[in-house]
Nanobody, 123 residues
């Protein structure tokens, strides 16, 4: 599976962006999908994940400003980000995995990673 993330850009605080991650290859619906981000000078952290058929989602942000979804027919996973804050500035990565022994929020379960898309939120 190859993953191509897109949709990043510059947005003002309070604005919204929708990231997309297009998968190539077969078996997209066999993978759970996740979004992670790496802020400048910080480690990569979990943002959101969705299971194979979209019935289970998990988020790092209790306020759930972000919404993850997927369209298996289009082989695409989305991350809708609302009410963005400057601290959301980061490179956002999508990832795919089949087994998650440590849970969907652990990067250990993800086998394939996209190249990342930069989100910059200005104050």
């Amino acid at each position: 599976v190859q993953l191509q993330a897109s949709g990043g850009g510059l947005v003002q605080a309070g604005g919204s962006l929708r990231l997309s991650c297009l998968a190539s290859g077969s078996g997209f619906s066999d993978y759970f999908m996740g979004w992670f981000r790496r802020a400048p000078g910080k480690e990569r952290v979990f943002v959101a994940a969705i299971d194979w058929n979209g019935r289970v989602t998990e988020y790092a942000d209790p306020a759930k400003r972000f919404t993850i979804s997927r369209d298996n027919a289009k082989k695409t996973v989305y991350l809708q980000m609302n009410n963005l804050k400057p601290e959301d500035t980061a490179v956002y990565y999508c990832a795919a995995g089949k087994f998650a022994p440590d849970g969907l929020n652990s990067d250990r379960g993800y086998d394939y990673w996209g190249q990342g898309t930069l989100v910059t939120v200005s104050s």
